[in-house]
């Protein structure tokens, strides 16, 4: 396992980020403790949550999967590993997590959200805490188009981050990051700390996959110069590119049992694309994920790729692909695909 420096931050992760948010949905306690002991048996010493897991999200599970976490890191030796959670932003109907969670981003809301998540994962630090989508309107999950119309009231980025600071001088948390974000807010929360001496954020957590490289333009010149870490999550495409969508959708599979998630996956030469990709891997025996996986990992800007799985069986060839490199002619051959079918599932 390689292990890469988080953004400008001390933190140095594993390649491959364990991703929990089936935990208390799709996963039990003991299915979820089983997997985090082969992870962390593997090398893998980052795990990644929220305090809205597990999706779909729903009052009756939310923060289930902080809790799973929780009763198996108490048990361990906490400063081996890299944790990192993350809190709602506004614009989305989850009023059960915070009785004004419409004003997101308050100091108020950031300093329960912080308590509340310590609490659950039975630690007193979090190494990595991240803003899950801005607090100011941003089109999102699948949504390409910016609407001006739809713009809400929303905390000042300097004042998050003059809220998060405090957080950071009382230890419970160590480095600051974003996700869904844009080049706009990366460089807004970068300029805000630079000018008012405040965290600068360390990383940013957005889609990145073979269906999905909106990242390789703007957002990669930004976060090379902001010195801004990639975490990619879904780097399958919530399954799709393992191929096992292409014909009957198999059951238990999660865009199975969650169809509303897989809208961003149902667009136009979205299938054709994941058969182009999966006749890649067979021509050089690889599985489909194994060739998804390795792809992601072999970007220069990807930091580490955040994988999750239902089953012990799949964590097991998702880790096992960090053995595998891509050669330049597997790699032509992808971006030949790419430019037939350029993200069709952005």
Same mark, same amino acid.
């Given at each position: ?5 988080? +953004?400008?931050?001390? @933190? ?12 208390? &949905? ?16 593997? +090398? ?14 729903? &009052?009756?599970?939310? +923060? ?40 997101? %981003? ?53 004042? &998050? ?14 480095? @600051? ?68 969508? @292409? ?64 089953? %012990?069986?799949?964590? &097991? ?30």
């Amino acid at each position: 396992m390689k292990y890469n420096q988080l +953004g400008e931050s001390d @933190l140095k992760v594993s390649e491959i980020c364990l991703g929990t948010m089936t935990y208390g &949905q799709q996963n039990t306690i003991n299915d979820a403790h089983q997997q985090l002991d082969y992870a962390i048996a593997q +090398g893998i010493n980052f795990i990644d949550t929220a305090e809205m897991y597990p999706v779909p999200p729903r &009052q009756e599970t939310q +923060g289930s999967t902080e809790s799973y976490i929780g009763e198996w890191l108490a048990h361990q030796q906490r400063d081996r590993l890299i944790l990192a959670t993350k809190m709602i932003g506004a614009g989305r109907a989850y009023k059960w997590v915070r009785d004004d969670s419409q004003a997101a %981003l308050s100091r108020k809301n950031i300093l329960q959200a912080v308590d509340d998540s310590l609490k659950r994962l039975q630690t007193d630090y979090i190494d990595l805490y991240q803003i899950h989508w801005p607090d100011r309107y941003v089109p999102m999950f699948g949504q390409t188009i910016f609407d001006p119309t739809q713009e809400r009231e929303s905390v000042p980025i300097a004042e &998050q981050l003059s809220t998060f600071a405090e957080v950071i001088q009382a230890g419970k948390i160590r480095y @600051l990051g974003v996700s869904n974000e844009t080049p706009w807010g990366v460089c807004q929360f970068s300029q805000a700390a630079a000018q008012l001496k405040l965290p600068k954020i360390a990383s940013i957590q957005n889609a990145y996959n073979l269906l999905n490289r909106v990242f390789d333009s703007a957002l990669a010149e930004v976060c090379y110069r902001e010195k801004v870490g990639l975490l990619a999550y879904s780097p399958l495409g919530f399954g799709t590119l393992s191929g096992k969508y @292409l014909q009957a959708p198999p059951a238990g599979a999660r865009l199975t049992e969650f169809p509303n998630f897989g809208q961003r996956y149902n667009k136009i030469n979205v299938k054709e694309a994941v058969g182009e990709y999966a006749a890649i891997a067979k021509q050089y025996n690889l599985s489909p994920s194994t060739l998804a996986l390795a792809f992601v990992r072999s970007r220069w800007f990807v930091t580490s790729s955040i994988i999750g799985a239902t089953t %012990l069986e799949q964590l &097991q060839e998702n880790i096992d692909s960090v053995n595998t490199t891509l050669s330049p002619e597997i790699l032509a051959k992808i971006d030949e695909i790419h430019r037939r079918y350029p993200s069709p599932a952005p």
